[in-house]
């Protein structure tokens, strides 16, 4: 089964590269999300990401046009779902909305579209549950920022099918990308090993271990990470990360993955990062 067409539901930080790198492939793609506001910040941004490919050299201006030109978008779940051979969704980290997205994606599209999720965390089993599909619902977990990392964990539901898994591994080349592929357990490998660290890193913060930028140069200098913590908890999203360790500290049932205060406490106060221009650091 070739995949030519791919809806993109949320086009928040994630859903705009995942939009970005599909019609790059040539992909035809429909990004949708409940606000036209959203759309048109994604868009903005999707030819913001473009023209720095361009003035790097890796595409020309006319590639650049043609995969612009290959991106529709909708404000409308059903219409904008209902043609495509493979969905992503990439809506904010809460099982309850996943479970809706996929009903209505199961309702509206056609029987042999596959429905993958973006989640970080989130049983794929149980998102598949939802469905009358759960052979052809898979998780295809990219890496932020998407047009930027290799990766693609892609994670296989109690019921996926062998036909189904090797579709999304042949895109996922298509896309340039990595496929590694795991089995489903919260978080996965990547939020398994990442959050830990995160959440650590924001506890060592609150018991005034250090200062944010110290925590984030030990472990770049002393670790070789190419980002501290603190930073990529801002890259992330501080609600998706509270989001992830909910997930994690729930179905796993172990306190070492309770989320730190601090990190609730900066998630209260809307300080989630990048995209709202403050978080452990401040933005322009
Ligand atoms: P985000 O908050 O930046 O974007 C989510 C978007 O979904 C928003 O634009 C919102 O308007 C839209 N949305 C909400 N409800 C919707 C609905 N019913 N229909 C259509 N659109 C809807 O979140 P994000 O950081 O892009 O995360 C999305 C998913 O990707 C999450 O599951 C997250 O765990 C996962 N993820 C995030 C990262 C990261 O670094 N941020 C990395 C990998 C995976």
Redesign the pocket.
Known sequence: MSIETIAV????????GIAHVAAQAGKTVCL????DE?LEK?VATIGKNLDRQVKKGLIDQPQRDETLARIETA?D?EAGAAEADLVV??????PS??Y??FEILDRVTGPNTILT??????SITEIAARTARPDKVIGM????PVPVMKLIEVIRGLATSDETTKVTVALSEELGKIPVEVNDFPGFV??RVLMPMINEAVFALMEGVAEPNAIDTVMKLGMNHPMGPLALAD???L??CL??LEVLHRELGDDRYRPCPLLRKYVAAEWLGR?SGRGFYEYD
């Open positions: 539901v949320g086009g928040g930080t994630m859903g705009n949708i999300d409940l606000s959203v994604a404000n779940l969704e990439a809506v904010p980290e809460v909305l996943k809706s997205i999720s973006n989640t970080s965390s989130i977990h990219f890496m932020n990547s939020n890259l992330i999203g609600d998706t989001n992830i995209k």
